[in-house]
């Protein structure tokens, strides 16, 4: 069970979309700072500039601290991982 600020801002963005969304688009206040920052070192949250500006995205542990199903290319990727992985090639 994770706290209820940190599952607020978790929520906020999930419904804002979740994966790849606009800083601009999700409705964070600067009260969520800290469960912002808490979510980004928990690696519960992702965010990566672009020209477009910066984008956040849920990872799979923030789906599952929220209890929500990831989407399928999340399930995807992770078994393309795992067969670099174990399957002999590099980790990186």
Request: no cysteine; net charge positive.
């Amino acid at each position: 069970m994770i706290s209820r600020d940190l599952h607020e801002v978790l929520m906020v963005l999930y419904e804002a979309g979740g994966s790849r969304v606009p800083a601009s688009e999700i409705g964070w206040t600067s009260e969520m700072a800290p469960a912002l920052n808490r979510a980004l070192n928990m690696q519960y949250i992702t965010h990566r500039e672009t020209r477009a500006g910066r984008l956040f995205s849920l990872t799979e542990a923030g789906y599952t601290a929220i209890e929500r199903q990831p989407p399928q290319y999340m399930s995807i990727s992770r078994a393309f991982r795992s067969l670099f992985r174990f399957g002999g090639g590099s980790p990186e």
